[in-house]
């Protein structure tokens, strides 16, 4: 019996004090009490617009009006022009337009983004169709099936929120891909240009065009030079009279709508009594009668394109919330990206029901956008308003459009997303292995496809950060090593020892590596706990009431309910302003240039939340990160320097960092011209 207590005893014991044991528990006990709060708090954020719609200010309905017409024009040009890069009836491209914009007014968490066919989501497309149609699908399926995919794996990581997946692809690699992307798309189009049937690949398109010089038709090629030429000059009119002249600025906002009526009016005039094969150039011949009614999707055709839907995923959800991310920034608000991918998830599900190919997020019209001055996301129901009244009455209209026109509108749209070299020089300067990622992501997508080239430059980054953690650096030291010149090792507080930080500073210790695979979550989370411990000046909050509040009071409401749980009282800054943030470096032996880029978005959402005056401070920086940031053109002063511009300070110590104050300091912000890397 002895041995028996003995033994439960033993047992108990090792049930108590077992680490693994405790620290579920530690993570159960705070999860049970919360879970009704939590479920309760997580489907209210599935439906935000039941968050912000209470508190619509209707004076903004004429901003949002103008947004969403001037989207609902644009998206029309746009959406022929992307259906034609995925080889599939141009028509669809309508069909897919207006269902994205309806389904974002309830489930989109920014005012601007507009979602809907792109050009890369479309050459995805191309891909899939070209190989799939040989077996004997449609090409108008394919699409559609592939946008069932996408949808079924952006709904699933939405909602159990693994968004941080995504970070895994760094920001070199995406300049190169997209840029390769966008040089392979403009490529694509030169044919039709031209009026030339040309393959695929940018080596086969080459050759096509070249050996078929003798071919060219005049006249396609007059419609296509003079269609870019006229985009080309409405944009630059835009660029130099726009801000002077609103209309101005309208017109070349619309500049591919202008450029279509005007060639579509042309085509009409030129060929309306000819046959289909006396038409002096090809027309898309739209045949459009409203919506198509739903169809199921081929569950053979669905087995096929599983593994194909990954790449297009990535592209969508990395390019859609880049955007998303990009116009928040600039207009003072944030977006939650795991619920922009069930908005991704579930719109582009129903949306494939209807014929539908890929959609998501893009850059020219959401910029567009945000120029109308739109005020909330209630100027999307204006532009699926819009679309569906298109394909309802304005359809036949668009049956002239000459396919060099469509063309023309796709050069000058991708032309944008081609990266300068500029750019490319910076990450030489700043990162060699970025350097090699981002040339990876170009030089293999221009010559095999969108798929590999993606996963051979992502391969090679992660590739390359496991071996720097299996090669980690270190130092030994010896007697005759310290004999001579005196090595004392650094001081590594730990923040609850000793350490008195003062009300007007905020301390933050980085524990690892800033990388690309942490850096966004580590500088969401800095922003988070400041704003949890500290609030603005009043001079820079807004009255929920006023026309000029932003709309999106979800952030704020959170924020709050944070507190309550956690019992905080923020310092006010009418009483403690918070003055300055310490950089504590001593661990991180290496950054790259995702871990630089998301340090400079630091920099500009707390100096907005806090104030421009709010000052940055660096300590214990060792040579390598401190050359990074050399690199990177990162503007420095040592402690006791004047520091002028947008230059951050260096201190000596912790203690100096935290408590030393410099009245002369002052800072002009952050420009946002170095968010271009």
Known sequence: MKFISKLRSNIAESYRSDPNINRAKSWVDPVCRRLPSATAEYIAEKLPAAQWLPHYNYKWILNDFIGGITIGVMLIPQGLAYAKIANIPVEHGLYSSWLPSAFYFFLGTSKEVSSGPTSILGLFTAEAVADLSKQGYDPANIASAMAFLVGVYALAIGLLKLGFLLDFVSGPVLTGWIS?????????????????????????????????????????????LTGIAML???????????????WLKFLSTSRAVVVLVIYTIISYLVNKDRTVKQYKWKVTQVDTHGLLTPRSHDGGLIQKIAARAVAPLIAMSVEHLGVGKAFGLRNNYSIDKSQELVFLGASNIVNSFFGAQTCGGAMSRTAVNSECGVKSPVNFLFTAGFIILTLYELAPALYWIPKATLSAIIIMAVAHLVSPPRLFYRYWRMSFIDFIASMLGFWVTLFTTTEIGLAVSVGFSLVYTLIRLAFPKWIGLSHKDTETVHWSPPKHHRVSDGIDVPAEAYLVRFTEDLLFPNAERVKNAIVESVKIQFEPASSASRDILSTTRTWNVASTKRIEKIRRRKNIVPLRGDIVPLHHVVLDFAMVGFIDVTGLLSLIELKMELRRYIGADLQFRFINMVDAVHERFTRSEWEFAHQGEQRTGEADTIYNSLESALFHHDGDEKSDGVSEKALDV
């Not at 390769?180 to 039709?192: D, E, K, P, R, T």
């Not at 038709?217 to 296509?224: A, H, N």
């Not at 080309?232 to 609103?246: D, R």
């Open 232 to 246: 080309y000059a409405l944009e630059w009119v835009g660029k130099i009279w726009g801000k002077k002249n609103k």
């Open 180 to 224: 390769a992307v966008a040089f392979v798309i403009g490529l694509g189009q030169v044919g039709s240009l031209v009026g030339i049937d040309a393959g695929s690949g940018t080596v086969t398109i080459f050759r096509d065009i070249l050996c078929h010089l003798n071919k060219i038709k005049p006249l396609t090629l007059c419609i296509g």
